[in-house]
Every structure is written in C-alpha cells, then in structure tokens.
C-alpha cells in the first residue's frame, strides 16, 4: 500500500480519468440504444406496408381470396410488427438519469470548493460522474430489454409473413 501522497493522488486521477470515460461510454450507448428504436420502428413500418402490399397483389391477381389461414397469419404477423414498433418506443422513450443539480454545481463555485485541493476535488466529480453512471446504466438496461423484446416481436413477425406467403403459394398451385 503506498503511504506517500503523491502515489495516492497519482490513484485519484486514474479512477478519475476511468469514471470519466465510463461516462461517456454509457451515454454513448444510449444514444446508440435510441438510433436502434428508431431502426426497429421504422423497420417495422416497412414490413407493415409491404405485408398490405403483398396482400392487395396476391387478391387482385386471378381473383384470389385468401384461405382463413393466410388471413390469420398475416394478422398475427401485422400484430407482431405493431408490437415491435410498441417495443422500440418504450425503447427510445426519455429515461431520466440523475446528473448532478444546478445546485451542486453552484455550491462548487464557493470558495471552500473552488480553493480545496486537487485530491478533494476529483473525488467530488469522481463520485457525481459514479451517481449518473448508475442510473444511466439503468435506463440503458430497460432500452436494451425493449430492443430485445422488439427483436423477438420483428423475428416473430418474420416468420409469419414468411409462413403466409408459402401458404398463398401453395393455394395457388
């Protein structure tokens, strides 16, 4: 264990420079999270769209009317795509995170702050970066379940169309 002071602060500014970036690391991942909700919902739109579209060809061509399965699974199919696109806006809702207050910040300006040594200052940031990477880690953790959740829901969906198509090839043989 180092006894000399200098080696101490020489430790303080190493968990100062990590806290930072882990910071920066954490909003860096919810700002990705959210770039993901976005994909996910407007994805999930498209494949909307063209399950409509699909259908509109398929029943204008020959007369055709879709057996009851189809219709089926291309419902189940648009209501996993609407639940995608439900996900990914849970997804990207704003999550509060705690940051440190106008207050706090205020009161650092005072002299007893502004005047304390370098050592008693880096810890003060230090622990007010460790508060907002906690809950930042939170929030990104809920965004990240949702995504996932999303994934499942568009993968489903997937699946679904894909079922409905084989079946509407398999009527018209």
């Keep these: 264990m180092p006894n000399d002071d200098a080696e101490k602060a020489v430790g303080g500014r190493l ?5 930072s970036q882990e910071l920066k690391n954490e909003r860096e991942r919810r ?3 959210d770039s993901r909700s976005v994909t996910v ?5 498209s494949f909307v769209t063209l399950s409509f579209a699909l259908v509109a060809v398929v029943t204008k061509m020959t ?9 089926i699974l291309l419902a189940l199919a648009t209501l996993a795509l609407c639940s995608a696109a ?3 806006l849970l997804a990207s809702r704003l999550v509060f995170y705690v940051v440190v207050t106008t207050e706090q910040l205020i009161s650092w300006t005072r002299d007893e702050f502004w005047l304390d040594e370098e050592d ?3 810890w003060q940031l230090t622990h007010a970066n460790s508060r907002t990477i906690k809950s930042l880690r939170q ?7 949702r995504l996932l959740y999303a994934l499942w829901a568009q993968l489903l969906a997937f699946g679904l169309m894909s079922a409905s ?5 398999v009527e018209q043989l």
């Design 15 to 19: 968990f100062f420079e990590f806290v």
């Design 31 to 33: 700002a990705a999270l």
């Design 41 to 45: 919902i407007t994805s999930s739109g």
């Design 63 to 71: 007369d055709y009317r879709p057996s009851q399965l189809t219709i």
């Design 86 to 88: 439900l996900f990914a």
């Design 120 to 122: 008693n200052a880096r």
């Design 139 to 145: 929030g990104n953790a809920v965004k990240a379940n």
């Design 165 to 169: 198509i084989v079946v509407v090839l």
